[in-house]
């Protein structure tokens, strides 16, 4: 079975209801299903008719939006490969892509997408480039694009293909290569197949129930796996709908709109939900009355948009006290767990068994143990085979009796619940000998209102020190602030999260302490390559770029 036969098999008794849907003039227009199948198949045979086959790969480059699924599943009903570009990737990344995975056609959006492919594109052996968007073309060849309305409106000619079985294609056979969005070196190739996919896909639906009736909004890219498998391939495959949102800074009135069920999301969107909703004098006076718990439920519910089961987090581990917060309050929020290599949910909540400061229980169709190091170790259907082009690093990633490295340590408890300590390689070894995990340290300090990042330094060092970007907003809050000199605002923020950092690590061992910090008046970005597109800290980057100031720090 492939992913374009599961999801259509599994729809085909909702052809009328919407699949995808967009914004258009500040509302949602529908895709159904059989809409969406008709879109495909036909996006398929232009494919053909363009030189695609079987085995090639096919790069897509955009921001979410139908179209995005629609070329996903036509490039994998014709036998090819999906190749996935972050949109904020540099231009030396997506070179590196498209070299690497040896793609000819490009699907892509808009203009400031254009901006960047015509950065890289002087080395590109690019045959065809699909634009989604009708926009200026950049000085690239304009023989070479195709506008994708046009494909999937005009018929391709007689000689053309028309019909391709799905289950032509065997499942273990290639459906995507994702690049992983690493804190180092260039990206990896991560091979995934029909397989690995639908597996995941599957084992997913089954620890949490999504059905016809649930509504997504998307807004995490559909190039990093997580959304791709949990906000797309399984609600789909499950009959749900998926509405694409606009632009993140806008997700708020998105959530009015969309009206979704369910929400898949990363920490800092509920970090975010939780400082609004909490820093309000109107809830802390609302909490504080009789019934005020019943108010603020279905003040938080109308906050997603009325309609709101649970929400999904992952990607970074989630601060317990914001699941606690939401659940106290009827919004149950399910952290789990998972890589691109193993498709990429390891472990998950389920809303009977949802146990806060855990990413769950693992999947009914993976074996995870720990190793001696406590490196967390996982078996089963959904792990890569490989990297692209990348046979050493294939054969290190597996243990000799077939489980894959994570690179993560790792807590199992009595029940089976995993708990990720942080990234193996992260660790931090001092002049002293002792050893410091910097994500627990990080994600203490994160929980802070007054603090927006945190990154810790101490690699060879005697003691450990923070780089810290201000919650700048939440300083604009007090008046003291607003009626102070700039110079007297920077004291009041050194010394309020000195303060907030001491109280934070009270119960943390004297190694763990941070003695001295850094603030920046400008939070990391991934413009900058300080962030990964899944917003992970690149340490080497930033270290090399505050350099003189931590040398400066380190000597006073």
Known sequence: MTIPELIFYNTRKFSEQTALAYKFKNRFQGIT????????????????TLGASRGDTIALFSENRPEWVMADLAIQLLGAITVPIHSVFQPKY???????SGAKI???????????????????????IIYFSRNRIFG??????????????????????????????PATT??????????????????????????NIQASARAIFIGPQDRFLSFLPLSHIFERTAGYYTPLAQGAAIYYAGDYRDLAADLQLAKPTILVGVPRVFEKAYEKISGKKSFQIVNGLPGGNILLRRIIKKRFGGRI??????????????SKFFHNFGLAILEGYGLTETSPVVSTNRLKQNRFGTCGLPLDNLEVKLAADNELLVKGPSVAANYHRLPLASKESLTEDGFFKTGDFAKIDEDGYIK???????????????????EEIESALDASPYINQSMIIGEGRKM????????WDTFKNDPAWAQSSTEMQERMAYSLIRSEINQLLADFPDHEQIKKIILLVKPFSVEEDELSPTLKLKRRVIEKNYQREIEEMYRQ
Request: hydrophobic share 40%; aromatic share 6%; with cysteine.
């Open 420 to 438: 990720i300590l942080g990234r193996k390689k992260n660790i931090i070894v001092l002049s002293t000998g002792k050893k410091v995990q910097p």
């Open 33 to 48: 299903f059989a809409q969406l199948k008709s879109a495909v198949y036909q996006l398929k045979n232009s494919l053909i």
């Open 464 to 471: 450990i020190t923070a780089i810290i970007t201000p919650a």
């Open 94 to 100: 997506i070179k590196h892509v498209i070299d690497d």
């Open 174 to 199: 290639t459906a995507t290569i994702v690049y992983t969005s690493g804190t180092t070196g260039l990206p990896k190739g991560v091979v995934l197949s029909h397989r690995n996919l639908i597996s």
């Open 106 to 128: 490009l699907f892509i959006s808009d203009s400031h997408l254009f901006e960047k492919l015509y950065q890289a594109h002087e080395t590109l052996n690019l045959k065809k």
């Open 140 to 169: 690239l060849d304009r023989e070479k694009f195709i506008y994708f309305r046009d494909l999937i409106k005009t018929p391709p000619p007689e000689t053309a293909p028309t019909q391709l079985s799905l289950i032509d294609e």
């Open 309 to 322: 089961k649970f929400c999904i987090s992952g990607g970074a581990t989630l601060d317990p006290s914001i």
